[in-house]
C-alpha cells in the first residue's frame, strides 16, 4: 500500500467514452478494494473548467499526487488552467487509463 | 454561467470511529455516484489524521458512514459549505445513493449529471503552454471568443462555455500543436505526445502562407491528397473551416447568428497575419481598460 503522503486522484470521464471501460471500471473497482484513501471526480475536465478549489487543494500541502486520467500532456496543462500548475520536480505521476492497462495502473497507485 | 454547478463531494467515511463498508457495496456506490457527476472521497485509517480537517471548495459535502463513535468532526475554514452526515447502517448500495439524492435534495444543490438533458459537456481547448508561441492564431480563428489575453498578454481560455462541443477546430490550425481537447478521439488533439508529422504538416502550412500572401486554402486542398499519407489527418486547415462553418451555421438557425452578418463573414479561409494582428491588439487593449478600471 502506499505511504499516506501519496494522494491519490482518479478521475471518471463521466461525460465522454474515450477511455476504455474496461479499464476505468477495473481501476476503480480494484482501488475501491485496496484499503488506500482516495479521491475520485466524475470529470477532471469538468473541475478544471470551474476553476474547482479542490484541484488546488490536491497539489497544495506538498504531497506526492498519482493521477489516474488520460494524456499526461492534457491533465499537465488542466490543472495549470485551473490555476493549479503541477510543481516542479516529480511529485506528480499522471497514469494514462486510455492507454495504460489496468494492471499496470493499479500497481502503481498500490505501490509502497 | 453553464459551468458554475460545483460537483456535490460524498465522503465515504473508514477512518477509525467508524466501520469499513463491505466492498461490493463501497464499488457499486462509489460507481454510481460518480456517474451521476458527484465527487467521492474515501478515507480510511491510512489517511492523514487531518483528513476532515480543512474540506475547502465551494460544493456542499455529503459524509457518508457507519460511525461506531460519533461522526467525524468535518471543519471548513471558510465556513461557506453545506455539510451533512449520514449513517449508512443497513443500507444497501441502491438506498445509500438514494439517500444521497434525497440529501442533494434537501440542501437544495444542483448537480451536473452526464447523460441528462442539459447537462455541459466539460468540451473546451486546453493550451499546452511548453509549445505555444503565443502567436494568436487561435484567438482569431475561433469566432466565439472562446480565447482572451490576460494582463500579459498572453493567450488564454477565458470562455469555455462558449466552446462548441466536439468542435476542435481551432486546435488543427494551431501552428505550434500546442491545443488540446482532451474529450477528443485521436491525436495529438486528445492530448498524446506530439509527433514529427504533426509538426511537420504545420510547417508546410507556414510555408504556403508565406509564399502565397496568406491565400492557402485552395493551395492546401490541392496539396492535401500528397500530404495526407505522410502527415496527421488530424492537422488540417480543411476540416477546422468546416467545422467552424458547421457551428455558425447551427447558431445561424437557431436564431443567435442574423443571416447577415453570416453571410458577412469569410468563412473560407484561415485569418490573414494582419486580421490576427487586429484582433490581437483589440483584445489586449480591452485587458489594458478592465485592469486601469479594476485600480
Same mark, same amino acid.
Given at each position: 500500500?502506499?505511504?499516506?503522503?501519496t494522494?491519490?486522484l !482518479?478521475?471518471?470521464?463521466?461525460?465522454?467514452?474515450?477511455i476504455p471501460?474496461?479499464?476505468?471500471?477495473?481501476?476503480?473497482?480494484?482501488?475501491?478494494?485496496?484499503?488506500?484513501?482516495?479521491?475520485?471526480?466524475?470529470?477532471?475536465?469538468?473541475?478544471?473548467?470551474?476553476?474547482?478549489?479542490?484541484?488546488?487543494?490536491l497539489?497544495?500541502?506538498?504531497?506526492?499526487?498519482k493521477?489516474?486520467?488520460? !494524456?499526461?500532456?492534457?491533465?499537465?496543462?488542466?490543472f495549470?488552467?485551473?490555476?493549479?500548475p503541477?510543481?516542479d520536480?516529480?511529485s506528480?505521476?499522471?497514469?494514462?487509463?486510455?492507454?495504460?492497462?489496468?494492471?499496470?495502473?493499479?500497481?502503481?497507485?498500490?505501490?509502497? | 454561467?453553464?459551468?458554475?454547478?460545483? =460537483?456535490?463531494?460524498?465522503?465515504?467515511?473508514?477512518?477509525?470511529?467508524?466501520? =469499513?463498508?463491505? $466492498?461490493?457495496? +463501497?464499488?457499486?456506490?462509489?460507481?454510481? %455516484?460518480?456517474? &451521476?457527476?458527484?465527487?467521492? /472521497?474515501?478515507? /480510511?485509517?491510512t489517511?492523514?489524521a487531518?483528513? @476532515?480537517?480543512?474540506?475547502s471548495?465551494?460544493?456542499?459535502?455529503?459524509?457518508l458512514?457507519?460511525?461506531?463513535d460519533?461522526?467525524?468532526?468535518?471543519?471548513?475554514?471558510? $465556513?461557506? +459549505?453545506?455539510?451533512?452526515?449520514?449513517?449508512? $447502517?443497513g443500507?444497501d448500495?441502491?438506498?445509500?445513493?438514494?439517500?444521497?439524492?434525497?440529501? *442533494?435534495?434537501? %440542501?437544495?444543490?444542483?448537480?451536473?449529471?452526464?447523460?441528462?438533458?442539459g447537462a455541459?459537456?466539460?468540451?473546451?481547448?486546453?493550451?499546452?503552454?511548453?509549445?505555444c508561441?503565443?502567436?494568436?492564431?487561435?484567438?482569431?480563428?475561433? %469566432?466565439?471568443d472562446?480565447?482572451?489575453?490576460?494582463?500579459?498578454?498572453?493567450?488564454q481560455v477565458?470562455?469555455n462555455?462558449n466552446?462548441? /462541443?466536439?468542435?476542435?477546430?481551432?486546435?488543427r490550425?494551431? =501552428?505550434?500543436?500546442?491545443?488540446?481537447?482532451p474529450?477528443?478521439?485521436?491525436?495529438?488533439?486528445?492530448?498524446?505526445?506530439?509527433?514529427?508529422?504533426?509538426?511537420? *504538416?504545420? $510547417?508546410?502550412?507556414?510555408?504556403?502562407?508565406?509564399?502565397?500572401?496568406?491565400?492557402i486554402?485552395?493551395?492546401? &486542398?490541392? *496539396?492535401?491528397?500528397?500530404?495526407?499519407?505522410?502527415f496527421?489527418?488530424? +492537422?488540417?486547415p480543411?476540416?477546422?473551416?468546416?467545422?467552424?462553418? +458547421?457551428? @455558425?451555421?447551427?447558431?445561424?438557425?437557431s436564431?443567435?447568428i442574423?443571416?447577415?452578418?453570416?453571410?458577412e @463573414?469569410? @468563412?473560407?479561409?484561415? =485569418?490573414?497575419?494582419e486580421?490576427?494582428? *487586429?484582433?490581437?491588439?483589440?483584445?489586449?487593449?480591452?485587458?489594458?481598460?478592465?485592469?486601469a478600471?479594476?485600480?
Open positions: 500500500m502506499s505511504q499516506p503522503s494522494k491519490i !482518479y478521475c471518471r470521464c463521466a461525460f465522454a467514452k474515450v471501460e474496461g479499464t476505468k471500471n477495473e481501476v476503480l473497482e480494484r482501488l475501491c478494494e485496496s484499503g488506500e484513501s482516495f479521491e475520485c471526480v466524475a470529470d477532471l475536465c469538468e473541475m478544471s473548467a470551474r476553476r474547482d478549489d479542490r484541484i488546488k487543494q497539489l497544495s500541502e506538498g504531497q506526492s499526487v493521477i489516474a486520467a488520460c !494524456y499526461p500532456r492534457a491533465v499537465k496543462w488542466l495549470h488552467q485551473a490555476e493549479a503541477f510543481p520536480g516529480d506528480v505521476e499522471v497514469l494514462n487509463m486510455r492507454e495504460q492497462s489496468a494492471d499496470e495502473i493499479i500497481e502503481n497507485l498500490t505501490q509502497k | 454561467m453553464k459551468n458554475e454547478i460545483h =460537483p456535490v463531494q460524498v465522503i465515504l467515511f473508514e477512518g477509525n470511529g467508524a466501520t =469499513p463498508w463491505e $466492498s461490493s457495496r +463501497r464499488i457499486g456506490v462509489t460507481t454510481d %455516484l460518480l456517474d &451521476r457527476g458527484y465527487s467521492v /472521497t474515501r478515507i /480510511t485509517d489517511a492523514n487531518d483528513a @476532515l480537517s480543512d474540506v471548495g465551494e460544493a456542499s459535502v455529503i459524509v458512514g457507519e460511525f461506531t460519533n461522526a467525524p468532526e468535518v471543519v471548513d475554514s471558510k $465556513s461557506d +459549505r453545506k455539510i451533512e452526515t449520514r449513517d449508512t $447502517s443500507l448500495t441502491e438506498a445509500v445513493v438514494t439517500l444521497v439524492e434525497e440529501t *442533494r435534495a434537501e %440542501l437544495a444543490d444542483g448537480l451536473n449529471q452526464p447523460g441528462e438533458n455541459w459537456k466539460p468540451w473546451f481547448p486546453v493550451i499546452d503552454y511548453d509549445r508561441t503565443n502567436c494568436m492564431q487561435c484567438l482569431s480563428f475561433c %469566432l466565439f472562446v480565447y482572451g489575453v490576460d494582463e500579459d498578454k498572453q493567450i477565458q470562455n462555455d466552446c462548441k /462541443t466536439n468542435c476542435p477546430a481551432c486546435s490550425v494551431c =501552428p505550434e500543436v500546442a491545443i488540446m481537447f474529450k477528443y478521439g485521436t491525436g495529438p488533439i486528445n492530448g498524446e505526445p506530439v509527433k514529427q508529422a504533426d509538426v511537420e *504538416r504545420e $510547417s508546410m502550412k507556414v510555408d504556403i502562407t508565406s509564399l502565397l500572401g496568406g491565400d486554402y485552395s493551395s492546401l &486542398r490541392t *496539396r492535401s491528397e500528397k500530404a495526407k499519407s505522410r496527421s489527418k488530424e +492537422r488540417s480543411d476540416k477546422a473551416l468546416n467545422e467552424r462553418k +458547421r457551428c @455558425l451555421t447551427k447558431l445561424q438557425q436564431g443567435i442574423p443571416a447577415e452578418v453570416l453571410a @463573414l469569410d @468563412l473560407a479561409s484561415l =485569418p490573414s497575419p486580421e490576427i494582428q *487586429r484582433k490581437a491588439e483589440e483584445l489586449a487593449a480591452l485587458q489594458d481598460s478592465q485592469s478600471g479594476a485600480e
